[in-house]
């Protein structure tokens, strides 16, 4: 079963920039398409943006809260999914999580606190 450990959330003011990574174990990684999470107190988990797997060309789709703002991209030689987010805004603060689509498994998650 893949495996996911994210990191590089943190606190950053509004209009801050930060960039989420995630390792993913497993050797089949490339064939997965991944997806980046987040859940917000008291709310239920979103899926804010995705990317399509393969060693074609890949194809990202972002949730409308995000879009034009943040950026999903994949390194398979190093078993990463990045995501770069700028512009931040405190709505989306939360707890930031990636996972492959459909596989069911989560890393613990990294938090992403923006705050003035």
């Known amino acids: 079963q893949v495996q996911f450990v994210e990191s590089g959330g943190g606190l950053v003011q509004p209009g801050g920039s930060l960039r989420l990574s995630c390792v993913a174990s497993g050797s089949i990684f490339r064939n997965y398409a991944m997806g980046w999470y987040r859940q917000a107190p008291g709310k239920q988990r979103e899926l804010v943006a995705r990317?399509?797997?393969?060693?074609?060309?890949?194809?990202?789709n972002y949730a409308d809260s995000v879009q034009g703002r943040f950026t999903i991209s994949r390194d398979n030689a190093a078993n990463t999914v990045y995501l770069q987010m700028n512009s931040l805004k405190p709505e989306d603060t939360a707890v930031y999580y990636c996972?492959?689509?459909?596989?069911?498994?989560w890393g613990q998650g990294t938090q992403v606190t923006v705050s003035s």
């Open positions: 996972s492959a689509i459909g596989s069911g498994a």
């Open positions: 990317i399509t797997g393969g060693d074609t060309r890949v194809y990202a």
